[in-house]
């Protein structure tokens, strides 16, 4: 089962724009990387998907190299409102790792004015 | 995207006693999932709720314990038997279909006194 690593914790101020990096060195040929947020006393709520190169939506972007083995989340201009837990998750239903998804550590990001 | 409702949202139990929580699907979906969640801490998978048959548990979790129900495409319930106060927790039920993203439900706040 392809096991994640992120950073626990980061800081950022109102404005600038976030990276999180997470590494998957034994992701499955068949897997996503997916990445979900997640408030207080709320479920995660998913964010982005991607299998490879770039993927933009109107909330982030997730870049992924050509090996797979590492992923970027990219928040654009973050406010307080982003402070929330991030997960960096690899696998996908019905495909890939066991065909279900295995939360890590998640990091934490704080975001001050 | 699915929307999942979860009942009931939060319950104060009885040791000893046990409680079953409902997850419920505005549409169809191929996989469901039960996950528990520490406060502060990530996500553990309990099991896949399988239509038509019995669940798969993950390493830790067994059905005499937690009792897994999936009657039809759209709804799940999972009953935390014979509670104790390590039983508090936040329950969460996950569903999406194959391929795709996941989404969760709100999740159930159980403490158990």
């Known amino acids: 089962l392809a096991k994640t690593t992120q950073p626990i914790s980061m800081d950022s101020y109102e404005g600038q724009e976030v990276n999180i990096t997470c590494s998957h060195n034994n992701i499955a040929t068949n897997d996503y990387i997916t990445w979900y947020q997640q408030f207080p006393s709320q479920g995660p709520r998913f964010i982005i998907q991607g299998y490879k190169t770039k993927v933009t939506n109107e909330v982030a972007s997730l870049f992924i190299p050509a090996d797979r083995k590492s992923s970027t989340l990219s928040l654009p201009r973050v406010s307080l409102s982003d402070t929330a837990v991030y997960y960096c998750l690899v696998g996908a239903l019905g495909t890939g790792t066991a065909s279900k998804l295995t939360f890590g550590t998640g990091t934490r990001l704080q975001v001050t004015l | 995207s699915a929307v999942i409702s979860q009942k009931p949202s939060r319950d104060i139990c009885q040791r000893g006693t046990s409680l079953t929580i409902q997850c419920q699907v505005d549409?169809?979906?191929?996989?469901m999932f039960w996950y528990r969640q520490q406060p502060g801490q990530s996500l553990t998978l309990i099991a896949t709720a399988n239509q038509g048959s019995e669940a798969t548990y993950e390493s830790g979790f067994v059905i005499d314990k937690f009792p897994i129900s999936r009657p039809n495409l759209t709804f799940s319930t999972l009953t935390v038997s014979n509670m104790s106060p390590e039983d508090s927790s936040i329950y969460l039920c996950?569903?999406?279909?194959?391929?795709?993203?996941?989404?969760f439900g709100q999740g159930t706040r159980l403490t158990v006194v």
């Open positions: 996950s569903a999406g279909q194959a391929g795709a993203e996941a989404f």
């Open positions: 549409s169809q979906v191929t996989m």
